[in-house]
């Protein structure tokens, strides 16, 4: 017994990576990933068809149906990755496997930032996937590149900040339903300016609104280019708050992780 | 020597609940040492503080000759079974083992050579491969108990190992503690409802009550401290009954002497003072008053001096 030849492990510094490498290989390999993003495909896959196809019900200029299919690429792979970000933590806690976890050396910062950087490979699968509609949808009016390129950038702020709300709803949610619903809830909070007629959206403080919701910004500055054809320097305030609210976010989630990941949720132990 | 656990004053408390008041324990390197008490004793608190997953609202420790204050480098030398351990169902034993070895900083080469060694040492070698999901229970334990050992840990604690298991699978689990303690030579801190598992198992024993240490020393110390034998089932020949009734009766300490009817030579003696001393020396006052008489005894049998009486008198008396 206890023969085997043991690497100086009390010496060596456990790296994230190694938390990292083993929640990618759940995700994509154990397949939750995988069904995720082939229901992704087909949403996306039916939204492009009756684009590009529906001559009847479309209604939409060619650049009008880019901006959309990329509005729901951002969307719902954000919406995904918020998913697959509540079930961090608070789906150890579910499954009892967060104490066996919490048991190594590792830090629980780096537990932390693993989970959130896993999450995030979901929105890049996503985006991949809809690479060839958004090229197809586009093709022919020179937008497919800035539609790329500006889908790429707000879609990575928006999820960078999805995940990493998901991730800290998941440390102090007592179970992951509750984590779920919360994720969702907030996700639902920050789309509903979107659904307001365009008179509440009018006005300063219509437009303070707009600005400072990262969803509506964000979608605001992506429709910006790819139906007005702005420039990347016209309205780039409206990026302001995708971009603080993913770094905000991101850099909480060390912070939070190493304080309040515990075997039960809530702030107090 | 330093011990392999040592904790002063060591405390927990959720708000005005009291989980864990004043522990305060030594255990040597090498000992097999058993956690009792009843549901919401505090056991499994206890164990959580050692190994550092809930801080300690109090009182101080070391592990493995590690400063609490140090967490991380205790966890690097200690292994933990704990006591509702999860098991990723979708991942193999190989992978689980693989990946927890390498958290412990393995190389991945070093993390694989462990696990085959683990697994083998496990009796899971050809099950390996298999989904965690398709493990029975007593596999699943046996996997956790090697995931404990990935980092070939100190200290190894095991919150309720063989809870859930038939009588094959504990026995099993408690064949694989043994070893960790003798061949590993580990100190195995052992949390059970079982009490013939101690009994069998541990070297030392710690009862603990409400949250408090209540008893603490090797089994027979225990047992006989907290439940020193307050009655005695003997058999003479029948032939000496009338003999052995009327020694027993004049001899000091026996307060009650029953004859079976139906059993001639059998009796069942009551002595008269419980408690640590009088009672043992009672036991030898009947013993000696019936060689006197000249009676053959062919059996005599303390009652009330097993581990299980000791737990119930002291956990109901506090």
């Known amino acids: 017994m206890g023969s085997v030849e043991h690497t100086g492990p009390r010496r060596r510094r456990v790296r994230w990576t190694v938390v990292l490498e083993q929640e990618l290989r759940d995700l994509w390999i154990g397949g939750r990933g995988l069904l995720l993003t082939f229901l992704f495909s087909v949403l996306i896959g039916v939204i492009a068809y009756i684009a590009s196809t529906n001559k009847t019900l479309n209604f939409l200029e060619q650049r009008e149906s880019v901006n959309l299919t990329l509005q729901v690429v951002i969307t719902v792979g954000g919406l ?4 697959v970000a509540a079930d961090t933590i608070s789906g150890e806690r579910e499954r009892d496997t967060l104490e066996t976890l919490l048991l190594t050396p590792i830090s629980r910062r780096d537990i932390a930032v693993a989970k959130f950087v896993a999450a995030l490979s979901l929105w890049l699968v996503a985006f991949v996937v809809a690479v060839p509609y958004i090229w197809f949808l586009g093709r022919g009016v020179g937008i497919v590149g800035d539609a790329l390129v500006t889908g790429f950038v707000v879609g990575t702020f928006l999820s960078v900040f999805l995940a990493a709300l ?5 440390l102090f949610a007592a179970s992951n339903r509750v984590s779920l619903s919360l994720s969702l809830f907030g996700l639902l909070a920050l789309f509903a300016p979107t659904q307001l007629p365009s008179g509440a959206q009018r006005g300063w403080a219509g437009d303070l609104f707009l600005r400072v919701n990262p969803i509506t910004a964000g979608s605001h500055y992506v429709g910006k280019i790819v139906v007005d054809g702005f420039a990347w320097t016209q309205d780039v305030l409206w990026l302001a708050s995708p971009v603080m609210g993913a770094v905000v976010l991101a850099a909480a989630v060390p912070v939070l992780g190493a304080r309040f990941m515990r075997l039960r949720g809530g702030v107090s132990e | 020597m330093t011990p392999a ?13 009291v989980a864990l008041a004043d522990f305060t324990i030594a255990v040597q390197a090498g000992e097999i040492v058993g956690v009792l008490g009843p549901n919401g004793a505090g056991k499994t608190t206890a164990i959580r503080v050692l190994t550092t997953i809930l801080a300690p609202s109090h009182g101080s420790f070391e592990v493995a000759g590690v400063s609490h204050t140090r967490p991380a480098e205790i966890r690097r030398r200690i292994g933990v079974l704990p006591e509702s351990a999860g098991y990723p169902e979708r991942q193999t034993g ?4 693989r990946f927890h070895a390498r958290l412990f900083g393995e190389s991945a080469r070093s993390a694989r050579a462990i696990t085959r060694s683990l697994l083998e040492e496990m009796g899971l070698a050809d099950r390996g491969r298999s989904l965690i999901a398709s493990y029975s229970r007593g596999m699943r334990q046996r996997l956790g108990i090697a995931r404990a050992l990935v980092n070939a840990p100190d200290v190894v604690f095991l919150d309720e190992p063989t809870l859930g298991l038939d009588p094959a699978g504990q026995r099993q689990v408690l064949g694989n503690v043994r070893r960790i303690a003798h061949e590993r030579g580990a100190t195995v801190v052992l949390s059970t409802h079982l009490l013939a598992e101690v009994e069998e198992n541990c070297s030392r024993v710690l009862i603990l009550n409400r949250g408090r240490v209540v008893t603490e020393g090797t089994v027979s110390e225990v047992a006989s401290r907290a439940a020193a034998p307050r009655t005695a089932r003997l ?5 000496y009954a009338e003999q052995a009734t ?5 001899a000091p300490g026996v307060e009650k002497v029953d004859r079976h009817d139906n ?4 009796f069942t003696i009551a002595f008269s003072s419980p408690g640590e001393g009088p009672s043992r020396a009672s036991s030898n006052d ?3 008053s019936l060689t006197d008489a000249g009676v053959t005894i062919e059996s005599f049998e303390l009652e009330g001096a097993r581990l299980s009486d000791a737990f119930l008198a002291i956990t109901e008396a506090a």
């Open chain 1, 80 to 83: 995904l990755t918020l998913l």
């Open chain 1, 166 to 170: 998901g991730v800290i709803v998941s």
């Open chain 2, 5 to 17: 656990i040592e904790a002063q004053g060591v405390g927990k408390r959720y708000g005005s609940l």
């Open chain 2, 94 to 97: 190989e992978e689980y083992l």
């Open chain 2, 235 to 239: 058999r003479v020949a029948p032939r």
């Open chain 2, 246 to 250: 009327r020694a027993l009766v004049a």
């Open chain 2, 263 to 266: 059993q001639p030579g059998f």
């Open chain 2, 286 to 288: 009947a013993v000696r």
